[in-house]
């Protein structure tokens, strides 16, 4: 037996980040393949290491349709009979054609016979191969019994169909059993279409434990399917995956048959296997080709090749003024023509409007939410800024509160000042020493809406509104908060913001904890009899009256039958996916979406600019269509990127003697870490923990979110990142005090991180010969900027409370505040005061009163997050850390003024309420 799961893992490759990210571990094998069979070629002793690379890397190979089993077999051969130039010849050609993806369009790199891969390309050869015409290439799985026969007959068969006018080709990958087809689906980010055929055994001949063990986690064992529909456990196994790709049965039953089991919809059609190939084989195409419409942008492309003469008020339309210019043609000639083609008012032309969307932004909008697990999409145009406004607007009244993380985006804060609604602050937990803060731990929300239950107040709470994954990448077991608050409220409505993780859809790693994977599951939790079961046995367990403290501790259950589900998520596609500046998604699934509609389109009338860019609006239809054609790729991509640089800048002797990246024990307490994982390169960190730290745990880290601490060679964060930018030309995202945060994307590459990390050594190198340049005296001053770096940092201040004058409920002491009465009262100038940070009078104030109120937000940056916000009583700990604080740029403060407060006197006034 080939044992698959460790079998090409180079010695020195953490298991963890093994298997789900072979797709980019793949290109390597095959140019370690090709170096060691030159070098046998040349002469050297390489004969026993190149059959055995070959054999480490032949057993995945079965599960992507290139190069094949034919020029695998042929390569085989030539290993085996000691043939050392035409293996050397062929592991070039296919190593070549892997890295370059050249394959994809060039019909000699499918030779088996040097001659004629030598030979020059057939212009006419579409029809049969991958051929030179650029048309879209992708690749579909054939689980079918016995591969070598049926399937390949299959594909032999679609292969005979294609025909020159085709928009797209494919080529099959045969696969005999149920794990094989999760290996596959798992390994090769071709794949856009499956068809299974009825007949498949559940259990593939490899060895393959990683995998067992992720199909017992997720209940797809062969314990677990023995007896069910084998094609439709395999379908749902293949949806959980990647929901994106296409399903089609083959089936002798009756179609009534399996349309009667809930798990049918998985599929995108059944066919009977008698039928003609041609039937499947159209359903692929259009299947694929329904993914690839744009229905903006290709509408916007008609649109721009209109002859149009325009006497609207758009006068970079069409471009002539630019083109005609002496004095700015060279913007023409720097964006294109096009761009000002495209350019055009919603109001003229035809192209949909996207305050009032019902044709091609509508459709477009539509696709969005069946690719991101949505009921409904609104594209936005001005950021994810103006999505969380408009959900707050648009769900909140004034007097509603809603559960706050402090350290939120600013657009949350200034969406409740607009809306009214009442901000009741919950604190993450503190990560001092990088002078940042965690996420929101679950106890705390739930102490909170206890809090308001026990005060009679509950019925004021409207919304929990958090940050999916932080700025640093915590990452909430979202399906466990929601469900836990709505065991205590069935109502709450939940705003995820996932500015940063729009991408994490398309990772089967982190789909479960998005906004829309967690809305999923729970859905699919309702719906199952043993909930309700699971529910009562709950509270019988908890008896009538728990205690708080009882309610706490528990995992907390709701009811099934009361619940709803009422889950918003708002995503700067711009920052994950291939979207222009600005664009933003804003996904609803909301069960009673229909009772909020209008006003949801209030909201928008709000915010949305009457001129939105239609080029904004194009970008976020063609993220949508990259991503449910290769997001999965390009995510595994990232992800591989990021361990990558985990592992290099943590192991490398130089480079970690000064730099070091932050593990997921480092940013996760290890209280929230219940599966008891540490971090992704920890030796001995199975694939199976971090699945389970995935499921489980409250927080986990996000990958690609790489926290590099810079402190320690002698750098603040803003310095370390200005030096990269300046010097290097290496943008990271942002910084704290002795640290910077990178991210990888999908638009990286692995050069990209051989530039970082060479870049990295330059400065270590430069580091050292400093300190051994500069003597004991350099050494010294070296020691005393890390420990003030590193050591001397300001403790984080907490939110203290709102002004008794602008708290509600009858003089209650309440948590939440009337932060809009305070934020107005402000426009008042006569009932405003400036204290400079250093006066006598700020400490007598904070030792014998009168409170200071804070009159506006003060944000500084870095961390970013409002250390004041309007009606806020400002506190020592605050004084303090605006005292320690380095950095240049303070949102709502003037030095020169000092702190603008509202006078107690006047706070009184001007509170309506
Ligand atoms: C958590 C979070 N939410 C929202 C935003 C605003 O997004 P946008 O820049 O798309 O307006 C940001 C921006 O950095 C953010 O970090």
New binding site residues.
């Given amino acids: 037996m080939t044992k698959i799961a460790t079998a090409s893992r180079p010695a020195t490759a953490p298991s963890a980040d093994h298997f789900f990210t072979l797709p980019g571990e793949r290109a390597d094998n095959w140019r370690r393949l090709h170096a060691l069979t030159r070098n046998w070629a040349r002469g050297a002793d390489r004969h026993k290491e190149a059959a055995a690379a070959f054999a480490a890397l032949e057993p995945y190979e079965d599960y992507f349709a290139y190069p094949g089993r034919a020029l695998m077999g042929a390569l085989r051969a030539r290993i085996g009979a000691g043939e050392a130039a035409g293996a050397a010849a062929l592991a070039q050609r296919i190593s070549e054609a892997i890295l370059t993806r050249s394959y994809k369009e060039e019909a000699n790199d499918w030779e088996t016979d040097e001659a004629a891969a030598d030979a020059p390309p057939d212009l006419n050869s579409t029809t049969m191969t991958p051929g030179r015409a650029r048309r879209p290439y992708f690749e579909m799985l054939v689980v079918a019994p016995g591969v070598a026969t049926r399937a390949d007959h299959m594909i032999a068969g679609l292969r005979a169909l294609r025909r020159p006018e085709d928009a797209m080709i494919y080529e099959g990958v045969p696969v005999p059993s149920f794990e094989d087809a999760i290996i596959a689906v798992i390994l090769n980010p071709a794949l856009a279409a499956v068809t299974l055929y009825e007949g498949f055994d559940h259990g593939t001949a490899k060895d393959v434990p990683i995998l067992r063990s992720f199909l017992a986690s997720a209940g797809l064992d062969a314990a677990h399917t023995a007896g069910e529909d084998l094609p439709l456990s395999l379908a749902d196994a293949i949806k959980r995956i990647r929901p994106e790709l296409d399903i089609y049965l083959l089936s002798d039953r009756r179609v009534e048959q399996v349309a009667g089991d809930p798990r049918a919809s998985n599929v995108r059609r059944v066919l009977y296997s008698v039928e003609e190939l041609l039937e499947l084989h159209l359903c692929v195409l259009e299947g694929v080709a329904d993914r690839f419409r744009t229905p903006f942008f290709d509408n916007l492309k008609k649109y721009a090749m209109r002859p149009i003469s325009t006497f609207h008020a758009l006068p970079i339309a069409r471009g002539k003024s630019v083109f005609k210019s002496d004095w700015i043609r060279d913007m023409g000639e720097f964006y294109g023509l096009n761009i000002f083609l495209a350019e055009s008012s919603a109001t003229t032309g035809g192209l949909d409007s996207l305050l009032e969307p019902t044709g091609n932004i509508k459709e477009s909008q539509d696709m969005a939410a069946r690719a991101f697990g949505a009921d409904h999409v609104f594209f936005v145009t ?7 406004k408009m959900v707050h607007q648009a769900l909140i009244a004034p007097g509603d509160i809603v559960l706050l993380d402090r350290n ?2 600013k ?2 804060h200034y969406g409740l000042v607009l809306a009214g609604g009442q901000p009741l602050y919950i604190e993450a937990f503190p990560m001092t020493e990088y002078s940042m803060y965690g996420a929101v731990p679950l106890a705390s929300i739930k102490k909170a809406l206890l809090d308001l239950k026990a005060e009679g107040r509950l019925d004021r709470a409207k919304m929990v509104d958090l ?1 999916n994954c ?2 640093d990448g915590h990452i909430y077991n979202t399906r466990r908060v929601m469900e836990e608050c709505l065991a205590i409220k069935p109502d709450l409505i939940f705003l995820w ?1 996932e ?2 993780f729009g991408f994490a859809r398309w990772s089967p790693f982190l789909r479960p904890r998005t906004a829309m994977g967690a809305a999923a599951a729970i859905e699919a939790w309702m719906n199952d009899p043993a909930s309700v079961e699971a529910y009562e046995r709950q509270q019988k367990e908890l008896g009538a009256n728990p205690s708080a403290e009882k309610l706490l501790k528990t995992r907390l259950i709701p009811d099934p039958r009361k619940i709803r589900i009422r889950v918003y998520q ?1 995503n ?1 596609t ?2 994950s996916m291939s979207a222009l500046r ?1 664009g ?1 998604m804003l996904l609803v699934k909301d069960i009673d979406f229909a009772s909020v509609e209008a006003q949801f389109h209030e909201a928008v009338f709000t915010h949305a600019s009457t001129s939105p860019n239609q080029q904004l609006i194009a970008s976020l239809d063609v993220a949508r269509r990259q991503m449910e054609l290769e997001g999965y790729g390009l995510v595994a991509n990232a992800i591989q990127i990021a361990l990558d640089i985990r592992r290099e800048v943590n192991s490398h002797p130089v480079i970690s003697k000064y730099f070091r990246i932050l593990g997921a024990d480092d940013m996760v307490p290890a209280e929230y870490r219940e599966s008891g994982f540490t971090d992704f390169l920890t030796p001995g960190t199975t694939w199976e923990t971090q699945v389970r730290s995935m499921h489980e745990d409250e927080f986990c880290l996000d990958p690609t979110r790489i926290t590099l601490v810079c402190g320690t060679a002698g750098f603040d964060g803003t310095q370390f990142k200005k030096l990269m930018a300046d010097d290097y030309d290496i943008q990271f995202n942002k910084t704290s005090r002795n640290s910077v945060l990178l991210q990888s994307n999908i638009n990286n590459t692995r050069s990209d991180v051989a530039h970082l990390i060479r870049v990295l050594l330059e400065i270590c190198a430069k580091i050292d010969r400093d300190l051994s340049s500069g003597g004991e005296n350099a050494r010294a001053a070296f020691a005393r900027r890390v420990k003030a770096l590193m050591e001397d940092v300001p403790d984080l201040p907490n939110f203290s409370h709102f002004h008794d004058a602008f708290r509600w409920d009858a003089g209650k002491k309440t948590w939440e505040g009337d932060m809009r009465s305070a934020f107005y009262s402000a426009y008042y100038p006569e009932g405003c005061e400036y204290l400079p940070l250093d006066s006598p009078e700020v400490e007598k104030r904070l030792k014998s009163g009168p409170e200071m109120i804070s009159a506006n937000f003060v944000i500084p940056y870095p961390p ?1 997050f409002p250390i004041m916000v309007p009606g806020q009583v400002i506190t020592k700990e605050t004084i303090d850390f605006m005292r320690k604080l380095d950095v240049k740029e303070i949102h709502g403060f003037e030095r020169a003024k000092g702190l603008k407060l509202i006078r107690p006197d006047h706070a009184k006034d001007h509170v309506r309420k």
């Avoid at 001005?382 to 969380?388: A, L």
Wanted: glycine share 8%.
């Fill in positions: 001005n950021g994810t800024s103006t999505s969380n939120c985006h657009s949350h940050t932080t700025f913001d500015a940063w708002t700067s711009h920052k600005q933003s970013g």
